[in-house]
């Protein structure tokens, strides 16, 4: 049975970060549950171990007890049975935030995705913040290009806006117009959602909001009252 699927704006490991990381460790399984640390996204400025170690000591913080640092940086590292390895029994599979054109390219066809997909079919947790939640959409915004590209499709027919209070708001308008049948997700910081409940549902947690923009409307979702990511 399919597990979970954890998408975060931004500015995690911290503050109201701490509902929709505590919700994870639950579904995962407690506080026993294995967490896999995935830093490749914060590879390019050389910031993976730092933002890592930052990530460790955040579960750790929250109760979970069995926390790994993966070490997956480049495409080399995503294909090594060793890192496949581990992830494949994981429970909780968290990716950090940097560039997401990086993070989709590591992954996308590796060995290392091919075990996340297999743990998450198994019931994991999969999810990230910013770029690690962005590409779990079938697109994704790549800042650096202004173009759109193909994310991992974990999310079909979505594309999602991170950071969305602060800076994402500002790219709706395009992304409306060259995604005019997706769903586009806005996540603020320190906010997530998280699918749980009944198949298709997902629930809010943290500081800010879910602005979904779909049908040519906006619709904003506030932690309470489960939602649907359905386009009709």
Same mark, same amino acid.
């Given at each position: 049975m399919p597990g979970h699927i954890?998408?975060?704006?931004?500015?995690?490991?911290?503050?109201?970060?701490?509902?929709?990381?505590?919700?994870?460790?639950?579904?995962?399984?407690?506080?026993?549950?294995q967490v896999g640390i995935i830093p490749a996204a914060a590879a390019p400025d050389r910031n993976d171990y730092r933002a890592g170690q930052t990530g460790l000591r955040w579960f750790r913080s929250l109760g979970a007890r069995q926390v790994t640092l993966l070490a997956l940086t480049d495409r080399a590292s995503a294909d090594d049975e060793?890192?496949?390895g581990a992830l494949s029994q994981c429970r909780l599979i968290y990716m950090l935030g940097g560039f997401p054109h990086y993070l989709a390219q590591t992954l996308a066809g590796s060995r290392s995705w091919q075990a996340m997909l297999?743990?998450?079919?198994?019931?994991?947790?999969? +999810?990230?913040? &910013?770029? =690690? @939640?962005?590409? *779990?959409?079938?697109? $994704?915004y790549n800042p650096e290009s202004g173009k759109l590209?193909?994310?991992?499709?974990?999310?079909?027919?979505t594309c999602l806006i991170p950071h969305h209070d602060t800076m994402g708001r500002r790219w709706a308008p395009l992304l409306a117009t060259a995604l005019p049948?997706?769903?586009?997700?806005g996540i603020d910081e320190q906010t +997530?959602?998280? &699918?749980? =409940? @009944?198949?298709? *549902?997902?629930?809010? $947690?943290?500081k800010g909001q879910i602005t979904l923009y779909r049908n040519g409307a906006e619709e904003a979702q506030l932690p309470g009252e489960p939602f649907a990511l359905d386009r009709f």
């Open positions: 954890l998408l975060e704006g931004g500015a995690e490991f911290g503050g109201k970060m701490a509902a929709p990381d505590i919700r994870a460790i639950e579904l995962a399984g407690g506080a026993e549950a060793t890192v496949a297999t743990a998450y079919h198994a019931g994991a947790v999969v +999810g990230g913040s &910013s770029a =690690g @939640a962005m590409v *779990l959409c079938e697109q $994704y590209e193909p994310g991992l499709n974990l999310v079909p027919a049948r997706a769903v586009l997700i +997530g959602m998280l &699918s749980e =409940g @009944a198949p298709g *549902l997902w629930s809010a $947690y943290g």
